[in-house]
T-cell receptor
Framework: GDSVTQMEGPVTLSEEAFLTINCTYTATGYPSLFWYVQYPGEGLQLLLK?????DKGSNKGFEATYRKETTSFHLEKGSVQVSDSAVYFCALRDPWSGANSKLTFGKGITLSVRP | DGGITQSPKYLFRKEGQNVTLSCEQN?????MYWYRQDPGQGLRLIYY???????QKGDIAEGYSVSREKKESFPLTVTSAQKNPTAFYLCASSIIQGYSEAFFGQGTRLTVV
């Protein structure tokens, strides 16, 4: 079945540090890939997405590139801010899996940015 | 404004009682979902629905029930059969086809005492 694997957390960085959060996936077809962010006590918000190989999603300084050859979708940001402290989820949606409306999530990783 | 509304935000219930969580959307989405979130376990799918009057079990459906009588509404009932109901519950919706993302509500934190 479909699955998403995220690097283990939590991650603690100093402000202005470079961020990389790894995400790899397993899917039977050609999924769309997503990064969601969750602030404390809130629901999930879409951060960025990519729908086909080599697409780069970007938003608020975050970027991720859909790499089909390595089945990866790593999240990066060049300079993190304290306000980026949140939980980040990688997810996929695979219309070829037989349950085409379903999102599959990784376990999430908590990012803390200190001033 | 279009979006998904979950209510209430916090809910307390005594053990052995059934409780219903509300989820309403005005995005005109056909698909709706319920997820459960526990610390360190990510999001796990409880039920999902692609059309009115039809729904499918997700990965952890035992002890839960849903209905989809209207396109806009997808309430979740946590029954007394659910062994560990205390959790954060998230409702989401999306278009049914293609590669679209899902949109989430603000969540309901259920505490059973």
């Amino acid at each position: 079945g479909d699955s998403v694997t995220q690097m283990e957390g939590p991650v603690t960085l100093s402000e202005e540090a470079f961020l990389t959060i790894n995400c790899t996936y397993t899917a039977t077809g050609y999924p769309s890939l997503f990064w969601y962010v969750q602030y404390p006590g809130e629901g999930l918000q879409l951060l960025l997405k990519a729908t086909k190989a080599d697409d780069k999603g970007s938003n608020k300084g975050f970027e991720a590139t859909y790499r089909k050859e390595t089945t990866s979708f790593h999240l990066e940001k060049g300079s993190v801010q304290v306000s980026d402290s949140a939980v980040y989820f990688c997810a996929l949606r695979d219309p070829w899996s037989g349950a085409n409306s379903k999102l599959t999530f990784g376990k999430g990783i908590t990012l803390s940015v200190r001033p | 404004d279009g979006g998904i509304t979950q209510s209430p935000k916090y809910l307390f219930r005594k053990e052995g009682q059934n409780v219903t969580l509300s989820c309403e959307q005005n995005l005109n989405h056909d698909a709706m979902y319920w997820y459960r979130q526990d610390p360190g376990q990510g999001l796990r799918l409880i039920y999902y629905s692609q059309i009115v009057n039809d729904f499918q079990k997700g990965d952890i459906a035992e002890g839960y029930s849903v209905s989809r009588e209207k396109k806009e509404s997808f309430p979740l009932t946590v029954t007394s059969a659910q062994k560990n109901p205390t959790a954060f519950y998230l409702c989401a919706s999306s278009i049914i086809q293609g590669y679209s993302e899902a949109f989430f509500g603000q969540g309901t934190r259920l505490t059973v005492v």
